[in-house]
């Protein structure tokens, strides 16, 4: 699916947009299902609800509306075929997020590494930002800052403020914000990013909402630690996080497949 030189970018760059797009009735499916899933939580901010396509207790307390439809748009196969040409062919599905950033007040999200959040190790990851609306520099695109990935872990530091959806933002004198480069996308367009590379996105003050889903996937070769004590940057609860095998074998005996999983929710 990725050409040489697409694969190379990424590992020098640390992101790829592929010369891909979502077929138009999958896209229009994704934005009536997060229309439902909108309206099914009215009580709840529509910036980040996190891992729609789980049947089981939410993280949030969101209510599930059509889980099995986002395990699907996570397991199709041409997105499947890019992570695999990044990360390997044994891949695991173990997050996914709706950023619906509403036109007029859509929150910012801080510049940040995805790794300080999580318990993954080896770190590794692909994520991968698909496009439900159209996303430019005026409704908040996702900017990211190229090659950042290979600086290892930057420091960071906590901010409460309500207007942003994460609360770890950069603090570190390796950061250079004028390198940032606006990801602008057409419904159904995508983009994968490597775990560390910095990233985030301006507030939403158009008139114009900019929602994506987010996909997470890690090598089989990498391990889920639900032991790790993440309490000081995540609110999620890992200790119940379900893996989703969606390609190949599980290489790692410590990844465990059974914890999180209901009979007839996740299969």
């Known amino acids: 699916m990725l050409s040489h030189g ?13 010369d891909y797009r979502l077929p138009e009735d999958i896209v229009e499916d994704m934005k009536r299902e997060l229309n439902i899933l909108i309206e099914a939580n ?13 049947s089981q207790a939410n993280p949030q307390g969101m209510k599930a509306t059509n889980p099995e439809k986002w395990r699907n748009y996570a397991c199709h196969n041409d997105v ?14 173990w997050g996914t997020t709706v950023f619906g950033k ?8 801080p510049w940040h590494q995805d790794g300080q959040y999580w318990p993954i190790r080896p770190l590794r990851t692909c994520t991968v930002w698909v496009a439900i609306d159209h996303s430019s520099r005026a409704n908040g695109a996702l900017r990211y800052i190229p090659g950042s990935h290979k600086a290892g872990i930057y420091a960071h530091r906590t901010d409460n403020s309500p207007d942003l959806t994460l609360h770890q933002v950069i ?5 250079e914000e004028e390198k940032a480069r606006y990801v602008e996308l057409e ?7 490597d775990v560390h590379l910095l990233h985030g996105s301006e507030a939403n003050q158009s008139s114009d909402r ?3 889903f987010v996909i997470r996937y890690m090598p089989s070769t990498a391990v ?19 893996l989703l095998l969606v390609r190949g074998q599980n290489r790692q005996a410590d990844n465990d497949l059974e914890i999180g999983h209901r009979s007839g929710s996740v299969r």
Not at 229 to 240: A, F, G, I, N, R
């Open 210 to 212: 900019r929602a994506g």
């Open 224 to 242: 889920l630690r639900r032991d790790l004590d993440m309490s000081e940057v995540s609110k999620l609860d890992w200790t119940e996080m379900p």
């Open 42 to 54: 009215p009580g709840m901010t529509s910036d980040a609800m996190f891992v729609p396509h789980l």
């Open 187 to 193: 419904p159904g367009q995508i983009s994968l990013h």
């Open 171 to 175: 603090d570190d004198p390796m950061f």
């Open 6 to 18: 697409q694969i190379d970018h990424y590992h020098e760059k640390g992101y790829v947009i592929p």
């Open 80 to 93: 499947l075929d890019m992570v695999s040409d990044l990360i390997g062919n044994h891949l695991a599905l």
């Open 102 to 109: 509403p036109a007029g007040n859509g929150k910012e999200t």
